[in-house]
């Protein structure tokens, strides 16, 4: 899950939003670690992507977009 932060928010503040370490955001950012799917949503929600701009589903298997 490549991460483009839209609303100016700094990767401590997303990781206090989330209540997870910076360090923990900072591996979703550049693709690292991938969320679990409640911190995927919420992510979703804080920085107001549409599922699309999260997800990519392939025949195979469900991927990370970004």
């Given at each position: 899950?490549?991460?483009?932060?839209?609303?100016?928010?700094?990767?401590?503040?997303?990781a206090?939003?989330?209540?997870?370490?910076?360090?923990?955001?900072?591996?979703?950012?550049?693709?690292?670690?991938?969320?679990?799917?409640?911190?995927?949503?919420?992510?979703?929600?804080?920085?107001?992507?549409?599922?699309d701009?999260?997800?990519?589903?392939?025949?195979?298997?469900?991927?990370?977009?970004?």
């Amino acid at each position: 899950m490549k991460l483009e932060r839209k609303d100016g928010y700094t990767q401590d503040q997303m990781a206090s939003k989330l209540n997870i370490a910076r360090t923990t955001y900072t591996g979703y950012e550049n693709g690292r670690f991938s969320p679990s799917l409640e911190t995927a949503l919420d992510i979703k929600k804080i920085l107001n992507y549409n599922k699309d701009d999260i997800f990519l589903v392939s025949n195979d298997s469900v991927t990370n977009n970004r």
